[in-house]
């Protein structure tokens, strides 16, 4: 098989999922300081928009499973998100936890040296939007940056308005599923550098081509030693793990 040179990957070989993977409440700064706690020295972490449109952390398209609050996230606006309690659903020591702005999670991850995977999130109907709000933040908040934060995304609608907003930051595109037969056409259109694959579809064959192709490869989410060093023995660069107590850097 012909080999491509690949893009350069300054990130670990080892992500904390969601900041602080199990140990912590998803998506805020507690999870990125337990991580940070654990060795870990980058997160992934997953950006959407407020109702006034102002970037911030969350995974669900509602506020009801990691918040004391209920309804959609687009339909509310950032200071009401901010004053919900985003730790108490997770264990007591994290009650009043607030829902992170991007803005405090780049300042957070600058001042301790983390590198970030930020994955653009969109509600529905608001993917572009989205993709370009976040890419811009992105490279004002993170302009200074050592390490540029990895773009990623499912919603390919998202991940191409990210790269007209700000093609200079690499981005990877995620998947779900097993390979499609044109995944090669999907990351070459979004100028991706990296493919993020369900772990549980990843084999030593998929990980050779993706490589060979010229793409670095991501997996999540493995949380299994065993598996883990499997991975990296065939050659996948990074893995997001939510067992940063079991999975040490």
């Given at each position: 098989?012909?080999?491509?040179?690949?893009?350069?990957?300054?990130?670990?070989?080892?992500?904390?999922?969601?900041?602080?993977?199990?140990?912590?409440?998803?998506?805020?700064?507690?999870?990125?300081?337990?991580?940070?706690?654990?060795?870990?020295?980058?997160?992934?972490?997953?950006?959407?928009?407020?109702?006034?449109?102002?970037?911030?952390l969350?995974?669900?398209d509602t506020?009801?499973?990691?918040?004391?609050?209920?309804?959609?996230?687009a339909?509310?606006?950032?200071?009401?998100?901010?004053?919900?309690?985003?730790?108490s659903?997770?264990?007591?020591?994290?009650?009043?936890?607030?829902?992170p702005?991007?803005?405090?999670?780049?300042?957070?991850?600058?001042?301790?040296?983390?590198?970030?995977?930020?994955?653009?999130?969109?509600?529905p109907?608001?993917?572009?939007?989205t993709?370009?709000l976040?890419?811009?933040?992105?490279?004002?908040?993170?302009?200074?940056?050592?390490?540029?934060?990895?773009?990623?995304?499912f919603?390919?609608?998202?991940?191409?308005?990210?790269?007209?907003?700000?093609p200079?930051?690499?981005?990877?595109?995620?998947?779900?599923?097993?390979?499609?037969?044109?995944?090669?056409?999907?990351?070459?259109?979004?100028?991706?550098?990296a493919?993020?694959?369900?772990e549980?579809?990843?084999?030593?064959?998929?990980?050779?081509?993706?490589?060979?192709?010229?793409?670095?490869?991501?997996?999540?989410?493995?949380?299994?030693?065993?598996?883990?060093?499997?991975?990296?023995?065939?050659?996948?660069?990074?893995?997001?793990?939510?067992?940063?107590?079991?999975?040490?850097?």
């Open positions: 098989m012909s080999l491509t040179a690949l893009p350069d990957w300054p990130y670990p070989p080892l992500i904390a999922h969601r900041g602080g993977g199990v140990l912590a409440p998803e998506n805020t700064l507690a999870g990125l300081r337990a991580g940070r706690a654990h060795g870990y020295d980058m997160a992934e972490y997953d950006a959407k928009l407020s109702l006034d449109r102002v970037p911030l969350m995974h669900d506020v009801d499973r990691t918040t004391d609050g209920t309804g959609a996230a339909q509310k606006t950032y200071a009401e998100m901010a004053a919900l309690d985003a730790g659903w997770h264990s007591p020591p994290y009650a009043g936890e607030p829902v702005a991007l803005r405090a999670v780049a300042r957070y991850t600058l001042a301790n040296g983390m590198a970030s995977n930020v994955e653009i999130k969109p509600c109907g608001r993917e572009a939007q993709g370009t976040v890419a811009q933040a992105v490279r004002e908040l993170w302009r200074e940056a050592a390490r540029a934060p990895l773009l990623s995304s919603s390919e609608t998202a991940l191409a308005a990210a790269a007209r907003a700000a200079e930051l690499p981005r990877a595109l995620l998947l779900e599923a097993a390979l499609p037969h044109d995944w090669l056409e999907r990351l070459r259109r979004h100028g991706c550098i493919l993020n694959m369900n549980r579809h990843i084999t030593a064959e998929i990980a050779e081509r993706v490589r060979a192709a010229g793409f670095r490869l991501g997996a999540w989410t493995v949380n299994d030693p065993a598996r883990a060093a499997l991975l990296r023995d065939w050659g996948v660069d990074s893995l997001i793990t939510d067992r940063i107590d079991l999975l040490r850097p």
